[in-house]
Structures are given as structure tokens and as C-alpha cells.
């Protein structure tokens, strides 16, 4: 396993959301729309998603917003 394997980090659709202040619905609305790419974790039902890409989700503010 290289170095940057071990660096990977995956979240579920509720740690993403916890992450993002948002609702687990809005996470997969965000995965369902592409915006956030998801894995699923062998033949299971279960998706994750990489931490990093959550996080690129975040913007930050101009000062001018109000």
C-alpha cells in the first residue's frame, strides 16, 4: 500500500453530512447529482465517500456577504 493509500480517508453519507452541517438527505442529493463522488464498499448497500471530497464542497465566504 503506497503512502498516499494510507492517507484516505472515507466517511458514510452521515459523517459527510455532520462534516457539512447538512442533512444525510442533502449528502446524497449531492451524491445522486454528482457533485460529491461515492464508493460502494464491495456488493454491500454501503457507500462512502472520501473526506477529502467533502471537504472541497467547502467555500469560503467573500466579507462582503451578508
Do not use: C, H, W
Not at 45 to 56: E, F, H, K, M, Q
Amino acid at each position: 500500500m503506497s503512502e498516499k493509500e494510507k492517507n484516505v480517508v472515507a466517511v458514510s453519507v452521515n459523517e459527510a453530512a455532520e462534516i457539512l452541517g447538512t442533512s444525510a438527505d442533502t449528502v446524497r442529493r449531492l451524491v445522486a447529482k454528482g457533485e460529491l463522488p461515492s464508493y460502494r464498499v464491495g456488493s454491500s448497500r454501503i457507500v462512502r465517500v472520501l473526506r477529502s471530497d467533502v471537504l472541497a464542497l467547502l467555500k469560503p465566504v467573500s466579507a462582503g456577504f451578508k
